[in-house]
Nanobody
Framework: QVQLAESGGGSVQAGGSLTLSCAAS??????????VGWYRQAPGKEREWVATITNGDIKNYVDSVKGRFAISRDSAKNTAYLQMNSLKFEDTAVYYCNIYGYGLNVWGQGTQVTVSS
């Protein structure tokens, strides 16, 4: 059974940085053969797409995080990352990772990021 485990969330002041990790287990394929996405959901709001890295290593970001966030992965560790810099109050949310491809679409349980202004 494929499982994702996010970690790295926490509380930080505005302008600070955090790196989220998403460790995949139970997958047959290497992580670089699959797409990986990060999403977030703020209180009272719908889940929002944040960033994606495709199996062709194409990276895309929502406009609000461009230049501040960076998505990456280490296939040897089957782990994806979201480096978040210059954090803003409005980045406060539960962050979820998602992997897709080869008939899979799996979500992690989420990790809380709280940015104080």
């Amino acid at each position: 059974q494929v499982q994702l485990a996010e970690s790295g969330g926490g509380s930080v002041q505005a302008g600070g940085s955090l790196t989220l990790s998403c460790a995949a287990s139970g997958i047959v394929f290497k992580l670089n053969q699959m797409g990986v996405g990060w999403y977030r959901q703020a209180p009272g709001k719908e889940r929002e797409w944040v960033a994606t890295i495709t199996n062709g290593d194409i990276k895309n970001y929502v406009d609000s995080v461009k230049g501040r966030f960076a998505i990456s992965r280490d296939s040897a560790k089957n782990t994806a990352y979201l480096q978040m810099n210059s954090l803003k109050f409005e980045d406060t949310a539960v962050y979820y990772c998602n992997i897709y491809g080869y008939g899979l679409n799996v979500w992690g349980q989420g990790t809380q990021v709280t940015v104080s202004s």
